[in-house]
């Protein structure tokens, strides 16, 4: 299995484009089930989109990659079913289930997979499925869905907590629904407004009222669509936190930084010093780093949940006691026990982790536990003295495309163990030709904003593979 190798001590400098957002490329390629023709721009390259390109497939609808857009041809689909296998492979598959109900008025899937979050419940998800219509039953893990009559209805739906996946589900679900919907109680996240505006570009009618309720008007059927997908805000935060922790100073492009504006009082309490410009930032580290306070996840647009671990790293080295407090997800600081084996000091006690800044980490074999807490690792070895092993990194390319790459363009010691075509090779796949290509990208364009920089990631141009391969 390929490992990060990384030398760590090095400071970064230069610029670098942020990825498209996967968590807002899985749920528009769940929709792309229901345009006949969607092209996808900005889709990242990682292993979770590669799995919702093969759901698709495996769905019967035709898909491919050109530059950095996904082509999907939803039209000769006509499977109503995602194989246990896939269901494991990745938790966010069942927001194809508003999907494949929508298209086809029956489905059948399993459960999501086992949990490395804590446990991650779908009642939500049915219970709107079911407010609009739909029958489920579960029998010994499998969902048995139909829609009597074939279509969807309109109807009222109340989160009590607002769930990214189930507001996901329930717009997908209500787009082609007979009727109104009102969605109360749904999430705010970024990802959700880029699904609405997809859905939307494709002749569906949603929009948000000033009170935050969802209107959704159902229409008959969706024109082809093209939609560029939002930057990644989970990955600039990531990018920045590198920063912090290795010092130097880097500028992101392309990215939105009042989507992660959250997370920005955070850096600053930290000593860095940031600029931001209207879809970029530049960070410059400070020479020591500082504590930060008490940093409580929250749906957005509080602190995000996925960027506690990579900032949890940052608060590691210094000076000074952080608190996090995790209010998202039951179980999630697993990556607390490996950044302690890089000499970081941190207690937890159910949601709640102290972290005692330390005045430097130090390598360490470790591994990830999981795609956010994968990255904290990153983070910290990039800081610590002497080399760091970082094994389980098939977490971390769920979610980050080429993060070796984009560091190295930075100037980290960072190299994979293995390329990245053997990894391809090597991993059994549940369905035929959806290797990812990867690509070592060439300098692009000189930055306007940071002097004697190099831009990581060109821009898109035609894919010289062939169809079919994501
Ligand atoms: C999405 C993101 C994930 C992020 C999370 C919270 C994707 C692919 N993933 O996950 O990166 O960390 O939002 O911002 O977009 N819950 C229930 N019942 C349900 C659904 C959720 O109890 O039916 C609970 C979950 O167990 C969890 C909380 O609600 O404790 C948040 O989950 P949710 O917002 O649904 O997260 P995801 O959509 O799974």
Not at 8 to 13: F, I, N
Not at 19 to 42: H, T, V, Y
Not at 45 to 60: N, P
Not at 61 to 84: H, K, M, N, Q
Request: glycine share 12%; charged share 25%.
């Amino acid at each position: 299995m390929a490992e990060y190798l990384v030398a760590g001590g090095r400071p970064l400098h230069g610029c670098l484009t942020i990825q498209g957002a996967k968590n807002a490329a899985l749920p528009l390629l769940a929709a792309a089930l229901l345009p006949p023709e969607s092209r996808i721009a900005r889709c990242p390259r990682l292993r979770d989109t590669e799995a919702a390109a093969a759901i698709l497939r495996s769905l019967g609808c035709r898909v491919r990659r050109e530059g950095d857009s996904v082509l999907v041809d939803a039209r000769p689909a006509g499977g109503w079913e995602i194989s246990e296998g896939w269901m494991r492979e990745m938790r966010s598959s069942i927001i194809f289930l508003g999907a494949i109900l929508t298209r086809f008025g029956r489905a059948r899937v399993s459960y999501p997979g086992g949990c490395e979050l804590g446990p991650r419940p779908i009642d939500l998800h049915l219970m709107a499925l079911r407010r609009l219509g739909a029958v489920i039953r579960e029998d010994h893990g499998t969902l048995e869905c139909t829609v009597p009559g074939g279509r969807l209805s309109g109807a009222e739906v109340v989160l009590p907590f607002p769930s990214v996946g189930a507001t996901q589900n329930t717009l997908i679900a209500a787009a082609l629904a007979a009727g109104r919907t009102v969605l109360r109680g749904g999430a705010r996240e970024p990802e959700i407004d880029d699904l609405a505006a997809f859905l939307n570009a494709a002749g569906a009618r949603i929009r948000r009222e000033s009170g935050g309720e969802f209107v959704i008007d159902g229409v008959e059927a969706l024109h082809p669509v093209e939609h560029r997908v939002i930057p990644d805000r989970i990955a600039a935060v990531t990018y920045l936190c590198c920063c912090a922790a290795a010092g130097g100073e880097i500028e992101l492009w392309d990215c939105l930084p009042d989507q992660f504006a959250a997370a920005l009082p955070c850096l600053e309490a930290a000593g860095c010093r940031l600029r931001r410009y209207q879809d970029a930032l530049r960070l410059t580290a400070p020479e020591r780093l500082s504590a930060m306070g008490w940093i409580k996840t929250l749906p957005y647009p509080g602190f995000p949940t996925d960027a506690q671990a990579p900032v949890m790293a940052v608060a590691a080295i210094g000076s000074g006691t952080t608190v996090f407090t995790e209010t998202i997800f039951e179980s999630r600081f697993r990556h607390a026990a490996e950044l302690a084996r890089m000499g970081a000091d941190i207690r937890t006690e159910g949601r709640v982790a102290i972290v005692t800044g330390v005045p430097a980490l130090h390598g360490a074999p470790v591994v990830s536990t999981d795609l956010r807490g994968g990255a904290a690792l990153v983070v910290a070895a990039l800081a610590a003295a002497g080399e760091s092993r970082i094994g389980g990194i098939s977490h971390i390319e769920r979610g980050y495309e080429e993060l070796d790459h984009c560091l190295q363009a930075l100037g980290a010691d960072i190299t994979r163990s293995e390329p990245y075509e053997k990894e391809e090779k090597d991993r059994a796949r549940p369905a035929e030709g959806d290797a990812a290509e990867k690509k070592a990208p060439p300098p692009g364009p000189q930055p306007a904003l940071l002097p004697d920089v190099h831009r990581h990631r060109g821009g898109g141009g035609a894919d010289p593979l062939a169809d079919g391969v994501l």
